[in-house]
């Protein structure tokens, strides 16, 4: 619309109706305070990190070898014959206990519960799972649950993080990043890496990538590896062969077969995870208290430990015998099948432990069986190339699996092939799984999850792009009007309508009062989305063919 200006018109502004100043962030002196406060809980993690290992080693010693201490210890050395199928059902029903009459919450991987809490409930978690959720995991994996410790952990230290949070005047967007800053802190701790733990709360829990958030994550992560050299042993998580930093041709084609079949085996064991839940939720429902669902798990874990004693518990040890390749095919083959079967199983069954140890056993496992017919590589190369595969197709993310992969192993020579591996499995599952093994858990509670990150074409269109010049607003007459100002981008005047309740502004030039240029209301706002949507669906051929031309022979 167009036509001659508005005469000039006094208007009264109020702070809401300053012009915004515009940056490349929007990152204020905010971010400090929240920063300081993520570093002490970066250093609260790895003491909970250490507290859940050691509690962790507790139990196993006491369910497999009758004794009190916290000396590192594996399910598989038991001595037990087959009263070992007794200890899982002991340590579920015990987790079912817990559950019904502590915090039902505390079932569950651990991130996707971080997840819940960040996206429904204010990122406000209650502080008795702070207590109950390392508990339940400790006595879950050390009674031979087939788990890792790392979800537990990201829980936990998220609950930390929440707990510090609350104690605080802060915004909703502040208490999610100290909650993940805990998160990303339990995970570098843990694994003694930061770099995969800040890409990880990027990639699956803090829904943005903005300074605000990610300075403080990151020095949480700083702080927890600084205070992880005092807890833990230094050194990599997981020792390997040294691999040639010279990749071939061959080996890169192989890798890119390797990531294709990690992809399908990601969706494979996301799959068999909720057909368990499905006919727990089934069969069980009307039938059976929820509460005795992980003690029936409990006896395919313990019959499936009583046959592959390796697949009890979280397996360091096997994952490091798997990427030295020094574990034989046959004990390979049959600690993925019992490893899947009893982890997929129970699960299922909403018990409480983390994905990523068995994943990584997993992985490792696949690529030691690949080994045998990918071209020839140094020894374990294949049973890497393979773990971070898995891991990133499973989890949704790429990054993080890579910088993973590389932290625990110290192995940067394998960093293309790495690359390669993730990136097709990642393919493989965003083309074949509408939903991860994380997010699925929190769609089925009725949430919905993006993993998706693009600049909003609200933030780089203007008001002088979309407005209608000489028009005025029709919500100006009989009330104070909304204003706006051409050089706004339109994401800070939709935000401006949302604060005062209108549809429409009128658009002045910066100063307390001057000539109405025109108006914009909110079906311009929508022009400009739809010309964004255009430009995401429409194709045409720039270049027409023939220009690509560049010779043509002369005519005789």
Not at 11 to 34: N, Q, Y
Not at 37 to 53: D, F, H, N, P
Not at 234 to 246: C, D, I, K
Request: with cysteine; hydrophobic share 50%; proline share 6%.
């Amino acid at each position: 619309m167009s036509g001659n200006p508005a005469p000039a018109r006094a208007l009264e502004l109020s702070p809401l109706d300053a012009p915004e100043k515009l940056g490349d962030f929007t990152a204020t002196r905010r971010m400090l305070p929240v920063a300081l406060l993520a570093v002490a809980i970066g250093v609260a993690s790895g003491y909970v990190a250490r507290a859940l290992i050691e509690l962790i080693n507790l139990f196993t010693n006491i369910f497999f070898f009758q004794k009190f201490s916290f000396t590192p210890s594996s399910p598989a050395a038991h001595h037990l014959g087959p009263l070992v199928i007794a200890v899982p059902v002991v340590g579920a029903l015990l987790i079912g206990l817990i559950a019904r009459y502590g915090s039902e919450r505390i079932r569950g991987h651990g991130i996707p519960e971080a997840l819940e809490a960040i996206l429904i409930r204010g990122s406000r978690v209650e502080p008795k799972l702070a207590i109950l959720k390392p508990i339940s995991s400790a006595i879950s994996i050390g009674s031979g649950g087939p788990f890792g410790a790392e979800g537990p952990i990201i829980m936990t230290g998220g609950a930390v993080g929440s707990l510090v949070a609350q104690a605080f005047h802060l915004t909703n967007a502040e208490r999610k990043t100290l909650l993940v800053a805990g998160a990303a802190g339990g995970m570098t701790a843990t694994f003694g890496s930061p770099l995969a733990a800040i890409m990880l709360a990027i990639e699956l829990l803090l829904f943005e990538l903005k300074p605000r958030s990610v300075v403080p994550v990151a020095l949480s992560c700083v702080a927890a590896a600084t205070t992880r050299q005092f807890l833990f042993p230094p050194g990599a998580l997981f020792q390997v062969p040294e691999h040639t930093a010279y990749v071939g041709l061959p080996q890169l084609l192989g890798c890119v077969f390797s990531g294709a079949v990690a992809g399908l085996i990601a969706i494979a064991m996301t799959g068999s995870v909720y057909l368990f839940e499905d006919l727990f939720q089934e069969r069980l429902e009307k039938r059976l208290h929820w509460m005795w669902w992980p003690a029936l798990a409990g006896i395919g874990i313990g019959v499936g430990g009583y046959f592959a004693p390796r697949a009890l518990g979280v397996g360091y040890e096997s994952i490091a015998e798997l990427l030295q390749g020094a574990l034989p095919l046959g004990a390979t083959l049959l600690l993925i099948a019992v490893k899947w079967g009893i982890w997929s199983f129970s699960l299922g069954s909403g018990t409480s432990g983390g994905v990523l140890a068995p994943l990584l056993m997993m992985g490792a496992g696949v690529g030691a069986l690949e080994a045998g017919i990918l071209p020839e590589a140094s020894r374990g190369f294949w049973p890497l190339i393979s773990m971070a595969a898995v891991f990133g197709g499973t989890m949704r993310s790429p990054i993080t699996a890579v910088m993973f992969a590389l932290e625990v192993t110290h192995d940067y020579n394998a960093l293309l092939p790495l690359v390669a591996a993730v990136i097709v499995a990642h393919s493989v599952t965003v083309l074949g799984l509408r939903r991860s093994i994380l997010t699925e858990k929190v769609s089925r509670r009725g949430y919905h999850v993006t993993r998706e990150y693009a600049i909003d074409p609200l933030e780089v269109l203007f008001v002088r792009d979309v407005m209608r010049v000489g028009a005025v607003a029709a919500e100006t007459s009989g009330e104070s009007p909304l204003v706006a100002f051409p050089d706004e981008t339109l994401r800070t005047v939709t935000h401006r309508m949302a604060q005062h309740g209108k549809t429409e502004a009128t658009v002045i030039e910066p100063g307390s009062a001057g000539p109405l240029l025109g108006s914009l209301t909110l079906s311009d706002v929508l022009g400009a989305r739809r010309r964004h949507l255009e430009e995401e669906t429409r194709r045409e051929r720039v270049l027409p063919l023939h220009a690509l031309v560049f010779w043509k022979p002369a005519r005789r």
